[in-house]
């Protein structure tokens, strides 16, 4: 399909009444504080990648607060951020910070390139993250594009080609309103009027102020677009997760730095295979005796996982022999295993009555 070319004019205007709708009624968040810096405006990004505003923001303060500069950052310690990551997921996007904060300071001189071409070659920077620093934070204009903007530009231009696919031509039509005028500004406003008015469900068309060139609204489809692809059934996989307790702590691992969840504290498990497990295939982690409490459900990014859990309450001597015997194992006090990944969290739920995010 070919983007048909809207009228530059009324292009031109409507992008000016949206930022002028932006001016009145834009979102109060913790990462438009800081002004323009980079720093900030990076750490927001990065943690926003596949989470909301409101799960994210309590995460961002606690980042600034212990590590407020890029240099701060680049010298902490790997496990210290990565405790502090636990709950927002994708675990990955903590080693690249790390990895790219460190990268700042040494080859940068602590100071992050002011353009989209050479952010770009920065650890964990993608074309959406460059685009986004080099116009927020240094009022480049630059075509960004998440899902709330892919939204917005599916719907402006009655995109008919189903997602993924279809983002090539939503990158084609949102490039189309990027200028030079007010280029940090931009991006921001459209992922407001995505969160309060081109909602994915009941959007407010009548309130948009693009609402003049936009194809869906003309047609009474809004909700339509963005067109999605059937989705794909998530293959399933089960494990056996170990809960050994002395009633004041936990026993955890570090695990390898490379691959799901890498470098996490997490609790001892079976691997996570296709098949169910039966209790005579379960070598226990620990000669030690369990009680069975029950099942759950978790689901990552390329697979949902049925994990049963085994819980070992033992005395706190028996307890401190266990770890002085078994090399590369830690309690972690009980009060603190909110810094474990979700998917271990909820294996604490029935032990320690925790409340849960979905990751």
Not at 186 to 213: E, F, T, Y
Not at 277 to 282: F, K, L, M
């Amino acid at each position: 399909m070919a983007i048909i070319e809207k009228d530059a004019a009324l292009v031109s205007r409507l992008r000016a009444e949206l930022l002028a709708w932006y001016d009145n009624h834009g979102r109060d968040l913790p990462w438009r504080h800081g002004g323009r810096d980079p720093y900030r405006v990076w750490l927001s990004e990065v943690m926003l990648q596949q989470t909301t505003t409101a799960h994210a923001a309590p995460y961002y303060a606690r980042f600034l607060e212990l590590w407020p500069t890029v240099a701060d950052l680049a010298a902490a310690a790997d496990g210290e951020v990565m405790a502090q990551w636990a709950g927002l997921g994708y675990y990955a996007r903590a080693r690249r910070l790390l990895e790219c904060a460190r990268t700042v300071e040494r080859d940068h001189a602590g100071r992050f390139p002011d353009s989209e071409a050479e952010l770009l070659k920065l650890p964990g920077f993608g074309p959406y993250t460059a685009a986004a620093v080099a116009a927020i934070a240094f009022d480049r204009p630059a075509n960004v594009v998440d899902g709330n903007i892919e939204r917005i530009m599916a719907r402006l231009y009655a995109i008919p080609t189903p997602l993924p696919a279809g983002r090539t031509f939503v990158r084609e039509a949102a490039v189309r309103w990027v200028r030079d005028e007010r280029a940090g500004d931009w991006p921001q406003a459209l992922m407001d009027l995505a969160n309060q008015i081109c909602r994915p469900k009941s959007p407010l068309c009548l309130l948009c102020p693009l609402n003049a060139a936009c194809d869906a609204f003309r047609d009474g489809k809004a909700e339509s677009y963005p067109v999605k692809a059937a989705k794909v059934t998530k293959p399933r996989r089960y494990g056996v997760v170990f809960v050994v307790t002395d009633g004041v702590s936990v026993i955890v691992e570090r695990r390898e730095a490379k691959g799901l969840l890498g470098g996490m504290l997490g609790l001892p498990h079976t691997q996570w295979r296709a098949e169910p497990w039966q209790i005579d295939d379960v070598k226990p982690m620990f000669d030690l005796g369990y009680s069975d409490a029950g099942r759950y459900e978790h689901v990552f990014t390329h697979f949902a996982l049925t994990q049963q859990v085994w819980i070992a309450r033992v005395g706190s001597s028996a307890f401190a022999d266990f770890l002085r015997h078994h090399n590369g194992w830690q309690a972690l006090p009980l009060e603190h295993v909110k810094a474990l990944p979700t998917v271990f969290t909820k294996a604490l739920k029935s032990l320690l009555s925790l409340d849960h995010t979905p990751a």
